[in-house]
């Protein structure tokens, strides 16, 4: 692991890892996929803003990550097309596992019910995925 050096990116960086353990542990020992999923989508959102922010010139910083803020700090696409912005052109592999989990959405928390633990599984894969591109690229 490559911890970033702005207290930002790092911030972002160690929430992302924190939320896939979360998300793992509530899949394992609860058994409870959407909670999973839930969380596990802020660890790809979170190592994404970290990235985007790593990437970011110093003097852009407080800028980029004041878009953050909203709706669209969320949105899994809107945060690749930073990403692609920055001339982070992601290989093929992840861009399939973005693809999977950009549906992901912080309404999540309002879908009733347990959620399929096959989804899980392969959402969690995805994201460590992704996670690990990520962290290659810090």
Known sequence: MAIPKDINARLYYRVAYQRLE?????????????AAIYLTGYAVECIAKALIVTMTPAKERAAVIESFRGG??????????RLAERGNIMPADVRREWTYVASWTVDLRYEPGP???????RFLKSAESILSWADRRM
């Not at 979360?22 to 959407?34: A, F, W």
């Open 115 to 121: 959620g399929s633990i096959k989804d899980a599984e």
């Open 22 to 34: 979360e998300g793992q542990l509530i899949l394992k020992e609860l058994r409870r996929p959407r």
């Open 72 to 81: 669209q700090g969320h949105d899994l696409e809107w945060l690749r097309g």
